[in-house]
């Protein structure tokens, strides 16, 4: 064994034991919970899961009017890379917002960003010397108005989370494990393959949307147009992007796939751009004792002058296993290629540990072994763990 997998095998046994340690302090386990049926497959008469954009965009018909709630989630944790040789203490979200209705048919949607992240951090360009990154301390993520008057048809108007692919929606108290992919990272969370700043899924624009359940079926469908331009809340040109997904499931099987197209302004000349994202999933990883979830993403982007397109993929594969109630281990592999027409690809095993607590509380342990074919570096070694604690005070 090489003296990096010694190390290695050392991060994660000792972190693995500090989790370990402190999920069976804070919850012990009796004998009825160390006894239940360790394997049960998702039913097949299971209810559908929730589209997101419902879960984002549209309050319950039975809560009354006006109401406001303060919500959000607060993510404390550390981190540990081993490239970057140094661990830290840090937020990976702080995020209180608002939610409610202003009449029976119009709700409100308001989330900030208050952790040092993706979302949070731009790069200023130094054409003299290197590029700087500039921390805008709270930025707004969300803040839209949701128009329900047509039959079958909410329209949500302003900056929002777009519905392209699976991973890049899913809410953070749900999510499970702690590390986006990479393909997620660079093809929907950035505008153009080629741009240094986070969009964070986010748009500014208009969209209708809407998910039809009977029994143990469903669909939804989910088109805008919005100015592709991230978080700065302003167009770069007179285009418009076109965010298109539709889904649809059948008890515990999903399968779901959007496009996206637009144009981006690099240097005064616009650019053509398009994406597309198939997702299929067993199960439900927010609550089945096994699940299985798959995710593939495509971006291509035309470039200046004679240049050919510039094309990138990626794809994920992921299980989770509860042998009890309180506890999940998660196993992920993607692989992501930033050029398809040169043989180099960031690979990724993931292994995620999660105890569940009380009031929606979880506490993840994720380890993850980046290796980079084609690139000529030396693999990656990354510890990260993370107490999620979302809260819902209701106001009126």
Known sequence: MTKISVRRARWFSAACAAAACAAFT??????????????????????????????????????????????????????????????????????????????????????PEFARNGATLDYLTNPSGPSSKFFHGARLL????????????????????????WEGVVGAGGLPWINYTDGTVNIFYKEGLSDSTINAGREMGVMAFNQFVAGKRSWDYEA???????????????ARDFIGHLGGSYGPFGLAGGVWTGTETVAGTNLGRTKFALDARYGNYLKDS??????????????????????????????????????????????????????????????????????????????????????????DNRVNMEISVPFSISLM
């Not at 839209?144 to 909410?154: A, C, D, G, K, R």
Request: no cysteine.
């Open 224 to 238: 805008g147009w919005f100015n592709g331009n991230g978080l700065s809340q302003t167009a770069a040109n007179r």
């Open 290 to 379: 096994f699940w299985i979830w798959g995710e593939y993403q495509h971006a291509d982007d035309e470039q200046a002058g004679a240049a050919p397109n510039l094309k990138a993929q990626s794809w994920f594969v992921s299980g989770g296993y509860r042998p009890v109630r309180w506890l999940e281990a998660v196993v992920r592999y993607s692989s992501y290629q930033p050029d398809t027409s040169v043989g180099n690809y960031v690979n990724m095993t993931s292994v995620v540990g999660t105890v569940f607590g009380s009031h929606h509380v979880r506490y993840l342990l994720e380890y993850d072994h980046r290796t980079f074919p084609g690139f000529g570096k030396r693999s």
């Open 142 to 165: 969300d803040g839209s108005v949701t128009l329900n008057q047509i039959p079958e048809v909410h329209v949500q108007i302003g900056q929002m989370l777009v519905p392209f692919a």
């Open 26 to 111: 804070a919850f012990p386990v009796t004998a009825s919970a160390a006894t239940t049926p360790s394997f049960n497959l998702p039913s097949m008469n299971e209810a559908p899961m929730k589209a997101w954009p419902m879960i984002y965009g549209t309050e319950p018909t039975t809560e009354r009017s006006p109401s406001a709630r303060i919500f959000g989630i607060i993510q404390p944790g550390y981190s540990y890379d081993q490239v970057a040789g140094h661990s830290t203490v840090l937020f990976y979200r702080f995020r209180p917002g608002l939610r409610g209705k202003l009449t029976k048919n119009i709700n409100y949607y308001f989330l």
